[in-house]
Nanobody, 116 residues
Framework: QVQLVESGGGLVQAGGSLRLSCAAS????????MGWYRQAPGKQRELVAR???????YYADSVKGRFTISRDNARNTVYLQMNSLKPEDTAVYYC??????????WGQGTQVTVSS
């Protein structure tokens, strides 16, 4: 049974930092594409960052230079370091493991709220 458990969300002032964690079980993150998505109220879920099995990374333009995705294979955990947070970063953040283009797993989400 695959489980992705996010943690690290919370309330922070603009300009602050948070680090999100996604602990995986039942699957090896090093063998799959891991991503962080977010969904703000009234908006569609969007890709924030992802890391592929080879280690390459991708970032949405809105977070480039501020967010960093990384993984610890020994802990089977993916991280999202978020710096210089803005109110528009407020959303529920979800971890996703993409196994194939048609198959993947989602975590339950963690709320990030950035106050101005």
């Amino acid at each position: 049974q695959v489980q992705l458990v996010e943690s690290g969300g919370g309330l922070v002032q603009a300009g602050g930092s948070l680090r999100l964690s996604c602990a995986a079980s039942g699957i090896f993150i090093s063998r799959n594409t891991m991503g962080w998505y977010r969904q703000a109220p009234g908006k569609q879920r969007e890709l924030v960052a992802r890391i592929i099995s080879g280690g390459g990374t991708y970032y949405a333009d809105s977070v480039k230079g501020r967010f960093t995705i990384s993984r610890d294979n020994a802990r089977n955990t993916v991280y999202l370091q978020m710096n210089s947070l803005k109110p528009e970063d407020t959303a529920v953040y979800y971890c996703r493991c993409t196994v194939t283009s048609l198959n993947g797993y989602w975590g339950q989400g963690t709320q990030v709220t950035v106050s101005s």
